[in-house]
Nanobody, 124 residues
């Protein structure tokens, strides 16, 4: 199983920005679906953003549309989540996920490989 490693989390003030990265333990992201999910304190894990590694369509949760952007760097074999205009309600552990599907997947059950998560805390 390929391991996914997230990085880039931290503490930021409301209105600030962070960029999360997700890199696999070996080069393998081609033909994969990639997603970002988050789990706020005391709540269930929820969908944030998704894309196909091959490019094209993306999907975003309504709560992050216009503020977050999912993208990938083929050369670095890395997926990113650029988060702008952060709000305190964005505070959560953010998880990267992958699935061997040439599609944009938005449901937790559709992913079979998960990272350990990175903490994002937005102060007011």
């Amino acid at each position: 199983q390929v391991q996914l490693v997230e990085s880039g989390g931290g503490l930021v003030q409301a209105g600030g920005s962070l960029r999360l990265s997700c890199a696999p333990s070996r080069r393998t992201f081609s033909r994969y679906a990639m997603g970002w999910f988050r789990q706020p304190p005391g709540k269930e894990r929820e969908f944030v953003a998704a894309m196909r590694w091959s490019g094209g369509s993306t999907e975003y949760a309504d709560s992050v549309k216009g503020r977050f952007t999912i993208s990938r760097d083929n050369a670095k074999n890395t997926v990113y989540l650029q988060m702008n205009s952060l709000k305190p309600e964005d505070t959560a552990v953010y998880y990267c996920a992958s699935s061997r599907a040439a599609a944009v997947l938005v449901y937790i059950s559709e992913y079979d490989n998960w990272g350990r998560g990175t903490q994002v805390t937005v102060s007011s």
